[in-house]
């Protein structure tokens, strides 16, 4: 079992940069892939990020976000982070971190997930 608690959301001006961090319970962290996905009003939860824990960490990001945001992990402290810069008006949405064994874009295919954190970028 792992539970996952977001933090670092808020409300940011489009141009400005937020870092979330999720905190994940449980001796087995570094066994997960990490993935971060939102949800904004009206649309379906998105794949955002992914990064896997072995062969260097590779991370995996959304067209609609690569080259701004930036997933990381530190094993040790069993948390993965999502770095925004360049925020925009469109990022606007609830945050969720989550936790599978595998790496896959379709969000079914993880097993935990935390409770979200806003993030609202004015424009």
């Known amino acids: 079992q792992v539970q996952l608690v977001e933090s670092g959301g808020g409300l940011v001006q489009a141009g400005g940069s937020l870092r979330l961090a999720c905190a994940a319970s449980?001796?087995?962290?570094?066994?997960?892939?990490m993935g971060w996905s939102r949800q904004a009003p009206g649309k379906e939860r998105e794949f955002v990020a992914a990064?896997?824990?072995?062969?260097?960490?590779?991370?995996y990001y959304a067209d609609s976000v690569k080259g701004r945001f930036t997933i990381s992990r530190d094993n040790a402290k069993n948390t993965v982070y999502l770095q925004m810069n360049n925020l925009k008006f469109e990022d606007t949405a609830v945050y969720y971190c989550?936790?599978?064994?595998?790496?896959?874009?379709?969000?079914?295919?993880?097993?935990?997930w935390g409770q979200g954190t806003q993030v609202t970028v004015s424009s």
């Open positions: 990064i896997i824990s072995y062969g260097g960490g590779a991370q």
């Open positions: 449980g001796r087995s962290f570094r066994n997960y892939v």
């Open positions: 989550a936790a599978g064994l595998a790496f896959s874009r379709n969000l079914n295919s993880y097993d935990y």
